[in-house]
């Protein structure tokens, strides 16, 4: 066990300057480029699904949270919120940067989110007999705090981009050394190939169990994915099923601010529907 502790913090500590440089670059990123990518989807309309499946695989907890807000607004559709949602990558970017995996990994991972994104997007905009777009303005008085919301959740918070970076860095760094720690613990105590065999492995079955994980309105639910998947206990499909229903803050901002709880569930079924088919569909194609 000394030597599982030892192991956990070497490796924890060793992707700090790694966590710290990509959290520094997305908030100036966030910073500088936010408004502006806010007015593009709003300006979007019906194809608002392509910039929205895009946008959304930079890990902004804000722009997860505008976007209900947009949509309870009437100002963006269902397509385009949940294009948004399906491709927001969370903390999983920075851990796959953090890890130093392969670029062409990480591409691969990325344009999958995004285009389940946009595919989905394009086909609830068709299907829908309500398309929620440019209706009336928001009431201000419905609106919530979304800096309020990021800093209880550990996101992005307005507070300079250094001081906003070393926050983010170190929030998750302690996410990152608990999460380690439990799974070197696990394999110390279980071996690998016993975890290799877990449910989480499992067809459909290991899908729907991520997919409710994914759904976990918390950074450490992408977290302890993204880390699982690295550490070989979890094959593609079952990853991508708990990233893709995984929305940051943006399905908690949506119950706050949209007054429709049975539309709410309903759309929060269909994230997780579409997670869990397009993570057996991803098993299927790829064994």
């Known amino acids: 066990m000394l030597d599982v502790i030892i192991d956990t913090l070497i490796d924890s500590v060793k992707l700090l300057p790694f966590l710290f440089m990509t959290y520094w670059a997305m908030e100036y990123m966030e910073h500088k480029m936010g408004e502006k990518t806010k007015a593009a989807i709003e300006k979007s309309g019906r194809f608002g699904a392509i910039p929205g499946s895009i946008l959304g695989v930079f890990p902004q907890c804000g722009f997860s949270a505008a976007a209900s807000n947009l949509y309870a607004g009437k100002i963006i559709t269902l397509g385009t919120l949940m294009a948004i949602f399906l491709s927001t990558s969370d903390e999983m970017l920075p851990i796959l940067i953090s890890e130093q995996v392969h ?112 759904l976990i309105p918390n950074c450490a639910s992408s977290i302890a994915i993204t880390q699982l998947y690295l550490k070989g206990m979890m094959g593609l499909g079952s990853m991508m099923s708990g990233l893709l229903a995984g929305s940051g803050v943006g399905l908690l901002i949506l119950f706050r601010v949209n007054d429709d709880m049975k539309e709410n569930i309903k759309i929060t079924a269909l994230l997780y529907t579409i997670g ?4 057996v569909a991803i098993d299927i194609l790829t064994n």
Do not use: W
Request: charged share 20%.
């Open 103 to 214: 670029i062409s990994l990480i591409l691969k991972l990325l344009g999958i989110k995004a285009a389940i994104g946009m595919i989905a997007g394009f086909i609830i905009d068709l299907v829908a007999k309500k398309k929620r777009m440019h209706g009336h303005d928001h009431d201000e008085s419905e609106h919530m705090d979304i800096e309020h919301v990021c800093k209880n959740e550990n996101c992005h918070c307005e507070e300079g981009i250094f001081r906003s970076a070393v926050r983010h860095t170190f929030n998750i760094f302690f996410f990152i050394l608990g999460i380690s720690f439990i799974l070197n613990t696990l394999i110390y105590l279980l071996g690998e190939d016993f975890l290799s065999t877990l449910i989480l492995n499992r067809p459909v079955l290991g899908q729907m169990i991520t997919g409710l994980i994914g």
């Open 276 to 279: 869990v088919v397009a993570g």
